[in-house]
């Protein structure tokens, strides 16, 4: 599942650089997280780096964008380019 960026976000700029996906970008009033791109830093890191910094707890899954971990590591591999054999 992918990640959901809250109204309670207060655009702090801790999480964008975080981002190993480059799906963090700035929305109308918020920032906001591409569905597409995120993948929960599966195939980068243990956790999701872009929680573990924001410092108001704003990110959390994604309602509507369920996700298995294997589905999120196709999408790593997808986005990066890696050779799956």
């Known amino acids: 599942m992918a990640l959901f960026i809250t ?3 207060t655009n702090c700029d801790m999480c964008v ?11 109308e009033k918020v920032y906001e ?3 597409e791109r995120c993948t929960e ?12 910094v ?11 964008h369920r996700e298995s971990k294997e589905k999120l590591l196709e999408k ?3 986005l990066n380019l ?4």
Do not use: K, M, W
């Not at 830093?41 to 573990?52: A, D, L, M, P």
């Not at 890696?82 to 054999?85: A, E, G």
């Open 76 to 78: 790593f591999h997808a």
């Open 54 to 64: 924001c410092p108001i707890e704003c990110i959390v899954p994604h309602p509507e």
């Open 7 to 9: 109204n309670e976000c």
């Open 17 to 27: 650089p975080e981002c190993p996906n480059q799906a963090i970008f700035e929305g």
């Open 82 to 85: 890696f050779d799956r054999s």
């Open 33 to 35: 997280i591409d569905v």
């Open 41 to 52: 830093c599966v195939g980068f890191y243990e956790h999701q780096t872009c929680v573990e």
